[in-house]
């Protein structure tokens, strides 16, 4: 059964330092994707990855994959307020329609 | 704005009654998925349509769960008898639009 785990759950950081937050997987999949959910609100899609060595930026925020150790890493440069959310990784099964398995988020709180 | 829009945003309940909530992608995605999220979890997969063919099933999705997609386009989802498990965030997704904004469900 392909399970997703990331780590932390739960990161306090202050306004300008950097952070990554982790996503391991059990089994093989065919991409990778993170998200970013504030409260009460639907899932924002962040980054596909789809090889291995994928690497995608946007802003302070910087995903990587290594399908060889199943792990895909978030960065975080500076952090800002504005970044505070909970933030999702899921993955694709491999020979699945796309139906995705996610991780349990991690809910980042940026303080100033 | 994503190309999936789903009503009601929210939703309460009584305990036993039957709900029904509706997702509505742009027409040309024929990929439609139904997830639930309940506070503090990930999402979870529940089913999953191509075109008007349902085509996979999640174990959570009990015999009280029914969800149709009748020509390919709109999509509901249809919970008998709601219980207060039921809980929760349903989210409707496509591969092309991203996912909807959700039905939230409180069943009381």
């Known amino acids: 059964e392909l399970k997703v785990e990331q780590n932390p759950l739960f990161l306090s950081m202050q306004e300008g330092k950097n952070y990554t937050i982790y996503c391991n997987y059990s089994t093989t999949s065919d991409r990778l994707y993170w998200y970013r959910q504030d409260p009460g609100k639907s899932l924002e899609s962040l980054f596909v990855l789809l090889s291995n060595g994928a690497v995608k930026q946007e802003g302070r925020l910087m995903a990587s994959l290594d399908t060889k150790a199943r792990l895909s890493t978030l960065h975080i440069t500076a952090a800002v307020h504005d970044l505070s959310a909970t933030y999702f990784c899921a993955v694709d099964r491999e020979g699945s329609q796309g139906n995705l398995i996610f991780g349990k988020g991690t809910k980042l709180s940026v303080k100033p | 704005d994503t190309g999936v829009s789903q009503n009601p945003r929210h939703k309460i309940t009584k305990r036993g009654q039957n709900v029904t909530f509706r997702c509505d992608p742009i027409?040309?995605?024929?990929?439609l998925y139904w997830y639930r999220q309940t506070l503090g979890q990930g999402p979870e997969f529940l089913t999953y349509?191509?075109?008007?063919?349902?085509?996979?099933k999640s174990r959570l999705l009990s015999d009280r769960f029914s969800a149709e997609r009748p020509k390919g386009s709109f999509s509901t989802l249809e919970i008998q008898r709601t219980e207060q498990g039921d809980s929760a965030m349903y989210l409707c997704?496509?591969?092309?639009?991203?996912f909807g904004s959700g039905t939230r469900l409180t069943v009381v």
């Open positions: 027409s040309e995605h024929n990929r």
């Open positions: 349509f191509q075109n008007e063919a349902q085509l996979e």
């Open positions: 997704a496509s591969r092309q639009g991203g």
